[in-house]
């Protein structure tokens, strides 16, 4: 007797077909929504920079309040809690036993990893415009208290904020694919990284800082002075916190036995 096995198309795609990355994108994103810590970040995301920005605009004196200030005091808690959306994409296919699942449906686990970065990033671009729009906003207001209204910022500025950004989000899912563990990735982040840098904060280590340690390197991005130098710097350092755990995330995600339980 001869068994003949047939192909069933799953949810439209064509038999053998593999999943097109469009609906990988879209699957990743509605992961991003589905867990309450997930939710709760997304709308703590949203709802700090408009409080930040209401808050700057009572507190700031009026020469403060300019379009270049009022972003800047909207990266405070975006670079807080953009990384934790990073480093929770990474982390839940094994946090969340869905990577039996996920890594049955689509085996070349590089696909998934692609579909999670642009997952990621784009709502990292997301909440980054919700910014620029606040403060867009807030600085039309400012005109209420005889703020300076300037929209000084160039297309220079712009790039550099966005980096800063895209930099510590890229970085929580270094860390996230590196350990696979939430806590253990939200400790690397949150203590470790800010440990480093205070360590490198003393007086004989610090001129070193600008190399080793990205909080340094990216200081002038904040400022809007960015040299050669500084540009190399931030490579350097770059490096050291993102490819380097990213290199190892890649292996760690490639090889490890996903469970189900």
């Known amino acids: 007797m001869t068994a003949t096995a047939t192909l069933t198309p799953v949810h439209g795609t064509e038999a053998g077909s593999p999943i097109p990355f469009a609906r990988l994108v879209r699957t990743e994103l509605r992961k991003l929504t589905d867990t309450r810590a997930s939710r709760w970040l997304l709308a703590a995301i949203i709802a700090a920079t408009p409080i930040v920005i209401a808050v700057m605009l009572f507190a700031a004196k009026p020469d403060d309040l300019t379009y270049r200030k009022l972003l800047d005091y909207t990266q405070t808690p975006q670079e807080l809690l ?64 005889h703020g300076s209204g300037s929209w000084a910022l160039g297309g220079a500025g712009f790039g550099e904020l966005i980096l800063v950004q895209l930099t510590v989000l890229v970085q929580g899912m270094a860390f996230g694919m590196a350990t696979l563990v939430t806590p253990a990735a939200l400790a690397l982040y949150y203590v470790v990284r800010d440990l480093w840098s205070a360590l490198f904060s003393v007086a004989a280590l610090k001129p070193a800082a600008p190399w080793v340690d990205l909080i340094h390197a990216q200081s002038p991005l904040y400022t809007h002075d960015m040299t050669g130098t500084g540009w190399l710097q931030l490579l350097v350092a770059a490096a050291i916190w993102i490819l380097v755990p990213l290199a190892i995330g890649v292996v760690r995600v490639s090889r490890t036995e996903v469970k189900s339980t």
Do not use: H, Y
């Open 82 to 145: 953009l990384p934790a959306i990073g480093i929770l994409a990474m982390t839940s296919e094994w946090s969340q036993r869905t990577g039996l699942v996920t890594f049955t449906l689509v085996p070349a686990r590089g696909r998934v990893l692609r579909a999670k970065f642009t997952a990621v990033i784009a709502l990292g671009l997301l909440a980054i415009a919700v910014a620029f729009a606040a403060a867009a906003l807030a600085n039309l207001l400012g005109g209420l208290r």
